[in-house]
């Protein structure tokens, strides 16, 4: 048989592009036919922010979940609203009004920040050419960027020339991989053993992660994620500054060694999450060289003074790190999400590496082919280098460290208002821009009562949407806490939040509204 007699009927040749209108079920895709309805669609989205955020006047609008999720339960996914406008009008009532905004200058909850413009227009140009910088055939460009802001992030850092890193979703994922890196460096370097290829050693639950008591959760996490298991980390003791206290790092690895177990990693934070705390830098790294012992900086929060011309010298020590975590989405004025992790040794990244013939084959390693994928845990993964890119190449890095110091500025003189004020009680003068307080009328109040006072506070403001403030416990008791990561918040905003603290404390305080065992429910 002939091999015309396999031949399709069907005619593959197109005509040129734009000589075929889109159907109605076409002109919603982002391509070179749906230009005119592309622009007009994004319009229609840029004008909702625009009047939502010109009439709205507070960080949040207070509504409680079981409010908010009564506009959901007759929602029916299997039949879409008429029109993008419809869907538009829709979202407005189910997220925008209620959304919390991080831009307005009362919203001093979370390390979350407000972001720059042209990090806003990288978000639209990533979006829709939805590159993904896994491999070289997939973004191009798009490699060498986000390589190039790998390099200058190390150069910022200081950790040398044989240095990479690579783009993570958070300080979550960027802290697990520092501590793949560390056990699989270790097990190799003692026991030659890979555990890529052969899984954990027998001696695995020997290993043991220092960091200090008040360090990120995501350290344990990794460590279970590892199979080291929670108890394989060690929380050190802080000085009343809640900075790790290096004499008591050095005792707690001289025990481990002395009592059979492995030291695998210290992890020195820069910038606690509750109070902005940087570790002792120089002085840990000296004790991680004398005990051969990785040194990763979760520098998530404080990596923004890399930037500061003001301020860089609270890092110092952080170039002698054998890897490093940098979230841009908190003190870089980024959208989320956008972190990376840096190491020294670049080949400290081929534990992740694995070599599928489709992506990423051996063969275009030895030709020089860039493939991203090489170093990540992730395989498709956003372009969110493009953001940081954006904003560099307009504002300039100098315009970023010198928003992050006008916080920090801002944070003294907050520590300083709370200080002149009887009813505050705040705990700690601020490195970063954290601080951690409470309401204390005085009048030998019960620290029971003291912590259901508090606890109410924090649920009264939220209630009323007029500022967004968080809470943690210190020693076991109820603490407010004020996290200052936008620029446009003045003092008169933290005047604003301390007012706001005292009336509903007072008001709590004198009608005897919260009970003082309602503080175990916190």
């Known amino acids: 048989m002939s091999h015309e007699a396999f031949t399709p009927s069907i005619a593959f040749d197109r005509p040129p592009s ?13 391509n070179s ?12 989205g840029i004008d909702l ?3 939502q955020l010109s009439q709205t006047d507070k960080p949040f609008s207070g509504i409680q979940p079981g409010t908010l999720s009564h506009a959901f339960s007759d929602l029916d996914l299997n039949q879409p609203c008429a029109s993008l406008d419809g869907a538009l009008t829709e979202l407005q009532g189910l997220y925008l009004d209620d959304a919390v905004y991080f831009h307005h200058p009362r919203y001093q909850a979370h390390l979350n920040c407000p972001v720059t413009i042209p990090a806003v227009v990288a978000e639209l140009i990533q979006a829709s050419i939805n590159t993904s910088v896994d491999t070289w055939d997939q973004s191009a460009g798009a490699t060498f960027i986000e390589q190039s802001l790998v390099d200058w992030t190390a150069e910022r850092i200081g950790l040398g020339q044989e240095a990479d890193g690579i783009f993570t979703s958070g300080g979550t994922q960027s802290n697990l991989m520092a501590m793949l890196l560390a056990r699989d460096t270790l097990c190799q370097a003692r026991w030659q053993h890979s555990t890529r290829d052969r899984g954990l050693h027998p001696d695995s639950h020997r290993l043991r992660i220092f960091c200090s008591e008040v360090s990120h959760f995501s350290v344990q996490k990794a460590a279970a994620l590892l199979g080291l298991g929670y108890d394989s980390v060690v929380p050190v003791p802080c000085d ?6 290096v004499g008591r790092l050095q005792s707690a690895l001289e025990a481990c060694q002395y009592n059979g177990s ?3 990693a210290v992890v020195a934070t820069a910038g606690t999450t509750d109070f902005g705390s940087i570790d002792p830098l120089p002085e840990i790294a000296d004790l ?6 990785w040194l990763h900086a979760d520098a998530a ?7 500061s011309r003001r301020h860089r010298h609270l890092l110092a020590g952080i170039e002698r790190a054998d890897s490093v975590t940098v979230d841009y989405h908190k003190s870089f004025l980024q959208p989320v999400a956008c972190s990376a992790l840096l190491a020294r040794d670049r080949t400290a990244f081929s534990c992740v590496t694995w070599h599928a013939d489709y992506l990423n084959p051996l063969s275009a390693r030895e030709q020089g082919t860039p493939n991203l994928v090489d170093k990540s845990l992730q395989t498709t993964r956003r372009f969110d280098a493009l953001k940081l890119w954006l904003s560099l190449r307009t504002l300039g890095p100098d315009a970023l460290g010198a928003a992050f110091d006008t916080v920090l500025n801002l944070a003294r003189k907050a520590y300083l208002l709370m200080l002149s004020d009887p009813a505050i009680e705040v705990i700690h003068q601020p490195q970063l821009s954290t601080l951690v307080f409470r309401y204390n009328p005085g009048r030998d109040t019960p620290e029971s009562t003291l912590d259901a006072i508090n606890r109410h506070i924090r649920q ?7 500022a967004m403030i968080a809470a943690t416990r210190v020693h076991d008791r109820q603490y407010l806490k004020i996290t200052l990561l936008n620029p446009d918040t003045h003092i008169h905003d933290i005047q604003a939040v301390l007012r706001l603290v005292k009336r509903h404390g007072e008001h709590t305080w004198l009608n005897q509204s919260v009970q003082p065992e309602e503080a175990a429910c916190d």
Do not use: W
Request: with cysteine; hydrophobic share 35%; proline share 5%.
């Open 33 to 44: 036919h749906n230009l005119e309805h592309y622009r007009a669609s994004l319009l229609k």
């Open 49 to 51: 922010i625009q009047r």
């Open 262 to 264: 492995i030291p695998m």
């Open 288 to 293: 991680c060289s004398q005990y051969r012992v």
């Open 240 to 245: 009343r500054y809640f900075r790790m206290e």
């Open 301 to 307: 929060y404080g990596g923004g003074l890399l930037t």
């Open 460 to 466: 009264a403001i939220m209630a009323s949407g007029e």
């Open 18 to 30: 734009g000589c075929v209108p889109p159907s109605a079920d076409d002109r919603h895709l982002f």
